[in-house]
Each structure stands twice: as C-alpha cells, then as structure tokens.
T-cell receptor, first 116, second 116 residues
Framework: GAGVSQTPSNKVTEKGKYVELRCDPISGHTALYWYRQSLGQGPEFLIYFQGTGAADDSGLPNDRFFAVRPEGSVSTLKIQRTERGDSAVYLC??????????????FGAGSRLTVL | AQKVTQAQTEISVVEKEDVTLDCVYETRDTTYYLFWYKQPPSGELVFLIRRNSFDEQNEISGRYSWNFQKSTSSFNFTITASQVVDSAVYFCALSEAGRGGNKLTFGTGTQLKVEL
C-alpha cells in the first residue's frame, strides 16, 4: 500500500483480555518495527523484524507480549492478559531493508489501546 | 546506554516568529544517527531529517534548519517564520550503529503551538 496501515485504530478492552493489533507495512519493505507510545512520552522500541524473523525483541516488556510476521509482510502484535498499564498507542513502522541508520522509517497512525 | 533529552515540554509562539527546539543526546558509540520527527494531531510520525555523526554540517530545508554540534552533544531544530501548520509534537531521536542499531531512542517530545 501507499503507507503503513494499522488496525484497529482504537481498541477498548477489559483487564485480563487478549488483544491483537495488526500492521500492514509498505509493499516491498522487509523491515518492520513495533513501538509503544504512552501519553506525553516518546515512542519506545518493542521489536524489529527483518523478513519473517524477529531480529531484535529486546524491547518487549514481558512474556505477555508477542509479535509475529509469518509471511514477511503483515505483522500482528499480541498482548495476553492485558493490564491497565498496557494502555498506550502502539505504532508500527517499516523501512526498505534495515535499521534506521541507513533507512528512513515510515510510521503508521497507530492503534490506541485502552484497558479498562 | 543511549538517551535523548528534550527539555522543552511545550513552546507557544505567534505566527511568523522563529523558534528553536532543543535536543541533547548521550551515546557511547562514535558512529550514530540523529533524527527529527514531527507528530501532528493525526498521530503519524513524519520523518524530517537524518544526520550521521560524521557530518556536522548544518542543514537548511526551506523554513527548517538543523544545528548539529558534537562538542555539546546537541542537535537543535529551528523553524523560521513559523506557521500555524507547524503546530505539532516534535521528537528528536538517536540510533547507534552498533548492536542497538535497529532501534530509535526518542526524546519525550516538544509540543509546539503556533498561534495567529
């Protein structure tokens, strides 16, 4: 597509529920990133995919968070047993073929998650 | 560890005024990259500039200019003759070339409000 597409744009859930957030990167971009942005803060790195594999998942806060990219295109961020502290905007970005040093990251509009 | 500090939380100016957004960074790497992103109310992060650590030349793009000074670890952003459309949150970010090169570390952002 023309840009990075994220769905849903808004998700409200109850504490303890499972949620999935989807990211559709720019066509042909091999690198995909997930970031989390809390209110009044800058985005924080969660995970980076190169193709189908997670090349760096050091930013995932705990084992309730998991992400997949089975065909090297669309990615899904999965959060189990959601907690109120998980409330944030989850941003996805993609780049042509690698890290931000050599590649411009294009961000989506984000998925706003609210855990009640 | 890498860190980015944007001490100005919010700046308000009147249209046509010049405004400078400050950014100070910390890194142990000798090779690194600095970025500025704009986040309008729509939420998408818009890339503005990338600068590598070996290029200290100032850059001008239209009404935007950037001043990179390694001696003070600063990468400041100036908007000349500000316009209402410049109102947004601006983020400075850093990426190291080493093992952490897959991630951007963002500052907390500066909210710029340009009023008529």
């Amino acid at each position: 597509g023309a840009g990075v597409s994220q769905t849903p744009s808004n998700k409200v859930t109850e504490k303890g529920k499972y949620v999935e957030l989807r990211c559709d990167p720019i066509s042909g971009h091999t690198a995909l990133y997930w970031y989390r942005q809390s209110l009044g803060q800058g985005p924080e790195f969660l995970i980076y995919f190169q193709g189908t594999g997670a090349a760096d998942d050091s930013g995932l806060p705990n084992d309730r968070f998991f992400a997949v990219r089975p065909e090297g295109s669309v990615s899904t961020l999965k959060i189990q047993r959601t907690e109120r502290g998980d409330s944030a905007v989850y941003l996805c970005a993609s780049s042509l073929n690698g890290g931000p040093g050599a590649n411009v990251l294009t961000f989506g509009a984000g998925s706003r998650l609210t855990v009640l | 560890a890498q860190k980015v500090t944007q001490a100005q939380t919010e700046i308000s100016v009147v249209e046509k005024e010049d405004v400078t957004l400050d950014c100070v960074y910390e890194t142990r790497d000798t090779t690194y990259y600095l970025f500025w992103y704009k986040q309008p109310p729509s939420g998408e992060l818009v890339f503005l500039i990338r600068r590598n650590s070996f290029d200290e030349q100032n850059e001008i793009s239209g009404r935007y200019s950037w001043n990179f000074q390694k001696s003070t670890s600063s990468f400041n952003f100036t908007i000349t003759a500000s316009q209402v459309v410049d109102s947004a949150v601006y983020f400075c970010a850093l990426s190291e070339a080493g093992r952490g090169g897959n991630k951007l570390t963002f500052g907390t952002g500066t909210q710029l409000k340009v009023e008529l």
